[in-house]
């Protein structure tokens, strides 16, 4: 940030010093001088929030990629198990689910 401002100050002075009988250029110098040092104190605060923010959007991605895929196995499994005739309460306690035909039928 001290660099930014330094080097608004140190072109801005001497260009305000070169164009003080001109008001158009003045403005324009001091309004930039305004715009430099402005813009860098946003982008010192706001820059690494951006980035920050994209790293943790793209790790909620994945998190959420490997729940469904997590979910995903789940499901093939409790299918797979409910194929090969294992009764409903083995699947239940083995996988954790209520029930697996999603009905709310219950066996012993």
């Known amino acids: 940030i001290m660099m930014s401002l330094l080097q608004a100050c ?5 260009l305000l010093a070169l164009v003080a009988d001109q008001p158009a250029a003045n403005f324009f110098v001091r309004t930039g001088i305004l715009f430099v040092t ?4 946003l982008c010192l605060m706001f820059v690494p929030k951006m980035f ?3 790293q943790w959007r793209e790790n909620e991605r994945k998190k959420k990629r490997n729940r469904e895929e997590r979910e ?26 209520q029930s697996v035909l999603g009905d709310g039928s219950h066996d012993g």
Request: some cysteine; glycine content about 8%.
């Open 10 to 14: 140190f072109i801005g002075v001497p």
């Open 38 to 41: 402005c813009t860098s104190m």
């Open 52 to 54: 920050y923010l994209k």
């Open 72 to 97: 995903r196995k789940r499901k093939d499994a409790m299918a797979k198990a409910a194929e090969a005739g294992f009764r409903e309460s083995t699947i239940r306690k083995t996988f954790g689910v």
